[in-house]
């Protein structure tokens, strides 16, 4: 093992302060970077390469917002990991944990504070596993401009939108088409939320799949709809937007009441070409709304409700559309 150290003075703003500090000690090899301090995290983030893995500190709190920009490979992930004492508080900040490096593996500790929990910007091939995301301003996971091949796992999320309720979501793929750069689509493919639990208090949709994505999937996540604020029509724990989803093996309980058509698990036709083709099969939807249907489509679009799925407690019935058999 080569023994040249990797030496770096990081300097982190944390509450309005500047922070500083060394951390040694990093060999030129694939290491283990243990942390305990702020500064020593936003360090290791700077210098980290491929095949190294930073760990966190148990019962420690990381206060301040930290950028993650260099890359794993396919063969040699870079990995954050803690425990659920380990937590990184971004209270005061915009995003508490930035990703624009792609191969991360991020797993077991507690993102809290700050206007965005984990904002994904250009990622590709990364794993989110087993966090704790709660206490946030707008919403908890965030993967956009042209992310892609991401997965977001057995992730806890709940407590979001406490600074505006209709940004509050969950789990976020892609972007809406006005915010599109240069007009073209973000192309946020092939990404899937799988076995997550959400809620309470998650005040917009649990996952928000926008127009411009294609070829995700939604497995095995639980909502509690308990909370939900149904600002900025968010009155639904899945809305898909995209095309070619499959949505399967999903539960839903309760939604936010209005009388207007809605339903647990929706697609909407935000600009024309998408909302289409997407499946949705063995979910369990139950509103507790005399307003909502199981499922709704704005428009058929290929979409299909499969009679697999089980609805109960919708006062509107099971979908607005014809129930799809064979399927």
């Not at 406490?162 to 493919?189: I, K, M």
């Not at 935000?270 to 939807?285: D, I, K, R």
Request: with cysteine; hydrophobic share 35%.
């Amino acid at each position: 093992m080569r023994t040249l150290e990797r030496v770096l003075l990081a300097t982190i703003s944390v509450a309005g302060l500047a922070i500083t500090g060394v951390l040694t000690g990093v060999t030129a090899d694939a290491a283990t970077i243990t942390v305990s301090t702020s500064a020593q995290l936003a360090g290791a983030l700077a210098i980290v390469r491929p095949g190294d893995t930073i760990q966190l500190a148990a019962n420690t709190t990381f206060k301040g917002t930290f950028q993650a920009t260099r890359s794993g490979t396919a063969s040699k992930r870079i990995t954050l990991s803690g425990p659920r004492s380990a937590v990184i508080d971004g209270t005061g900040g915009g995003r508490t944990l930035e990703l624009t490096g792609s191969h991360w593996t991020i797993t077991g500790f507690r993102i809290t504070g700050g206007q965005k929990g984990l904002m994904a910007l250009g990622v590709h091939n990364t794993e989110v596993r087993g966090l704790k995301v709660d206490g946030i301003g707008h919403e908890a996971i965030h993967f956009q401009y042209t992310s892609t091949d991401n997965v977001v796992r057995d992730c806890e999320i709940s407590n979001t939108g406490l600074e505006y309720a209709g940004y509050g979501e969950g789990v976020y793929f892609g972007s809406a088409n006005s915010n599109w750069p240069n007009g073209q689509a973000d192309r946020s493919d092939r990404n899937k939320a799988l076995n997550n639990r959400f809620g309470p208090n998650v005040r917009a949709e649990a996952i928000d799949i926008k127009e411009g994505t294609t070829g995700g999937e939604l497995s095995g996540n639980t909502f509690d709809g308990t909370g939900m604020a149904g600002e900025h029509s968010a009155d639904s724990w899945v809305d898909v937007k995209g095309n070619g989803y499959r949505i399967s093996n999903n539960a839903g309980h309760r939604i936010f009441v209005a009388s207007s058509n809605h339903g647990g698990f929706e697609v909407h036709q935000q600009l024309s070409g998408w909302g289409m083709n997407n499946t949705f099969s063995n979910n369990t939807a139950d509103p507790q709304s005399q307003y909502a249907w199981g499922f709704y489509a704005q428009s058929a679009n290929g979409n299909k409700f499969c009679a697999s799925n089980k609805v109960s407690n919708a006062g509107r019935g099971f979908s607005n559309i014809a129930k799809a058999t064979g399927c």
